[in-house]
């Protein structure tokens, strides 16, 4: 193999990753790369570091949908 390629990774499809990068977790939120470090630096979205590696674990990805829903159910309710 060339000095500079990298050997491929091996995935398994049939496993979802348990760990994504900060722009795998903003594709899937469907926002972009800037706002999804902001929200990671601001600790709205879960991240854990591995060595110089930042990751966001898949489940902090629906735990953050469910503080927004949440949210937007205490303030969409019609005043009494």
Same mark, same amino acid.
């Given at each position: 193999?060339? =000095?500079?390629?990298?050997?491929?990774?091996?995935?398994? =499809?049939?496993?979802?990753? !348990? !760990? !994504?990068?900060?722009?795998? +977790?903003? @594709?899937? #939120?469907?926002?972009?790369?800037? #706002?999804?470090?902001? #929200?990671?630096?601001?600790?709205?979205?879960?991240?854990?570091?591995?060595?110089?590696?930042?990751?966001v674990?898949? @489940? &902090? !990805?629906? +735990?953050?949908l &469910?503080?927004?829903?949440?949210?937007?159910? *205490?303030? *969409?309710?019609? &005043?009494?």
């Open positions: 193999m060339a =000095p500079n390629r990298k050997a491929p990774t091996m995935t398994h =499809p049939e496993r979802p990753r !348990l !760990l !994504l990068t900060v722009e795998e +977790a903003a @594709d899937r #939120l469907g926002i972009g790369r800037t #706002l999804a470090y902001a #929200l990671v630096k601001s600790g709205e979205v879960e991240s854990v570091q591995i060595g110089r590696l930042r990751r674990p898949a @489940d &902090a !990805l629906d +735990a953050f &469910a503080r927004l829903r949440t949210i937007a159910g *205490n303030t *969409n309710r019609p &005043a009494a």
